[in-house]
Nanobody
C-alpha cells in the first residue's frame, strides 16, 4: 500500500544546495527503511544514503559530509539535504522503501524519481 513521491530536484550551480523530499502515503514510514539512490543516464544505479527504522544512517563515501538524510514522522517524509553539490552528483534521484533494513535487495516500493542537475 505504501507509495512514495520524490520532489525537490532541479538545476543548481556547483557548490549549491538542494533538499529532496520523499513523501509517503498509504502507510507509515516507521515500518520501513528508506533509501536514496541515484542513476545517471547510461550508468548503473548507485545507493546514496539510507535511514533505518531506528534512525541509523548510512552514506556512500562520495557524499559523506555533504548530504544528510533525515526523517519527519509527523509529515511522513524523508529528506535528503544536499550541500556542496558537484557536477558528478547529477542524476535522477529515487527514494525507495525496504521492510528489512537498509539493504537494497529488499526494496519493495520505489518513487518516480526527481532530476538533479549540477552545472555551471
Amino acid at each position: 500500500q505504501l507509495q512514495l513521491v520524490e520532489s525537490g530536484g532541479g538545476l543548481v550551480q556547483p557548490g549549491g544546495s538542494l533538499r529532496l523530499s520523499c513523501v509517503a502515503s498509504g502507510d507509515t514510514l516507521d515500518y520501513h527503511a528508506i533509501l536514496w539512490l541515484r542513476q545517471a543516464p547510461g550508468k548503473e544505479r548507485e545507493g546514496v544514503s539510507c535511514i533505518s527504522r531506528t534512525n541509523s544512517t548510512n552514506y556512500v563515501d562520495s557524499v559523506k559530509g555533504r548530504f544528510t538524510i533525515s526523517r519527519d514522522n509527523v509529515k511522513n517524509t524523508v529528506y535528503l539535504q544536499m550541500n556542496s553539490l558537484k557536477p558528478e552528483d547529477t542524476a535522477v534521484y529515487y527514494c525507495a522503501a525496504a521492510e528489512v533494513g537498509c539493504v537494497s535487495a529488499f526494496i519493495d516500493v520505489w518513487g518516480q524519481g526527481t532530476q538533479v542537475t549540477v552545472s555551471s
